[in-house]
């Protein structure tokens, strides 16, 4: 069975930085797309990055562009989020998702079968 476990949320001042994790099992990691996603109380959810199989095609919301790095390894099944410069707005809970294609990413949830629980973001002083 396929499970996404996300870890590295907390809370953090404006300005410091996190690294989120995304943890896959149940299935070939290289044939999976990842997403991270979040969702602030009140708002919709929002695609925040993804990455391709390989780790050579990325793509960014305009929000975290210059600020936020995803990065995956194949060979321990895990994608991770560098969130550097948060800001308040940045708090949500964060979720990683996975959809078994080959190919480009992209930043649409419907576009993504499988989801994690979600780990808690909190950017405040």
């Known amino acids: 069975q396929l499970q996404l476990v996300e870890s590295g949320g907390g809370l953090v001042q404006p300005g410091g930085s996190l690294r989120l994790s995304c943890v896959a099992s149940?299935?070939?990691?290289?044939?999976?797309?990842i997403g991270w996603f979040r969702q602030a109380p009140g708002k919709e959810r929002e695609g925040v990055s993804c990455i391709s199989n390989s780790g050579w095609r990325t793509n960014y919301a305009e929000t975290v562009k210059g600020r936020f790095t995803i990065s995956r390894d194949n060979a321990k099944n895990t994608v991770y989020l560098q969130m550097n410069s948060l800001k308040p707005e940045d708090t949500a809970v964060y979720y990683c998702?996975?959809?078994?294609?080959?190919?480009?990413?992209?930043?649409?949830?419907?576009?993504?079968?499988?989801w994690g629980q979600g780990t808690q973001v909190t950017v405040s002083s």
């Open positions: 149940g299935f070939t990691f290289y044939d999976a797309i």
């Open positions: 998702a996975a959809v078994r294609l080959i190919g480009l990413c992209g930043l649409s949830g419907p576009m993504y079968r499988d």
